[in-house]
């Protein structure tokens, strides 16, 4: 902890447990604020996974008061590819940081409803909660056949193939997120962001990863 994280506000205590191990998606799910799009690509081979996403800033703040959102809005905001030589299973799923639980959403809410000032008028819809698939991605997974020898090890982004958090004992996949700003950017259609994601991916394009560990790494 920084010396001075007292005196500049930057600490704001221990993390509630309700909001410790939340996915990527269990947080899109409880956000009350977005105003960005994100394409998330996870490629699969010889057991490993490893997960980019590309993050598109959008023009116009979107503000929650019914948490969590309709499906069909979390459908407009993030989209999920999958590559590799066979199609994913649920235990692949479940290895990624875009699964959402069902009880792991509901608590966080509650929670925040509870503690957090911002959410204290959010209403919880457990009718919302029901549309999205307990233990599985909140959108429908775009598949892509691919195999190890069409580059997959030369695309590790900024893991090499000899990390062993990369491989078949690996219990969930490395994640790192690429954050892109532009207005060209927010006037794409969803589809010109998917194909402008998937491109980016396909040309072995890096992505920025910010660990959550509790010491530097």
Not at 86 to 114: C, I
Not at 145 to 154: C, H, I, P, R
Request: hydrophobic content about 35%; glycine content about 6%.
């Amino acid at each position: 902890m920084p010396t001075l994280s007292l005196a500049n506000g930057r600490w704001v205590g221990d993390v509630p447990q309700q909001l410790r191990d939340l996915t990527y998606a269990e947080e899109l799910l409880i956000a009350r604020y977005r105003r960005n799009y994100c394409v998330a690509h996870v490629k699969s081979g010889q057991g490993f996974l490893k997960a980019n996403a590309i993050v598109f800033e959008q023009p116009v703040l979107k503000v929650y008061d019914v948490l969590p959102p309709p499906r069909s809005e979390i459908e407009d905001c993030f989209a999920l590819l999958f590559t590799g030589p066979v199609k994913p299973t649920n235990d692949d799923y479940k290895r990624t940081p875009f699964v959402v639980r069902h009880r792991v959403v509901m608590g966080a809410l509650r929670w925040l409803q509870l503690n957090h000032e911002q959410y204290y008028r959010v209403r919880i819809s457990p009718e919302n909660m029901a549309e999205f698939p307990d233990n599985e991605p909140p959108v429908c997974v775009v598949y892509r056949n691919q195999s190890v020898a069409d580059g997959d090890e030369q695309n590790l982004a900024v893991y090499d193939v000899s990390d062993p958090r990369v491989g078949p004992s690996a219990e969930s996949c490395p994640f790192m997120v690429h954050t892109l700003s532009a207005p060209a950017l927010a006037r794409m259609s969803y589809s010109q962001r998917l194909a402008f994601a998937i491109r980016y991916f396909d040309q072995g394009g890096h992505a920025l990863g910010v660990g959550h560990e509790d010491h530097p790494e």
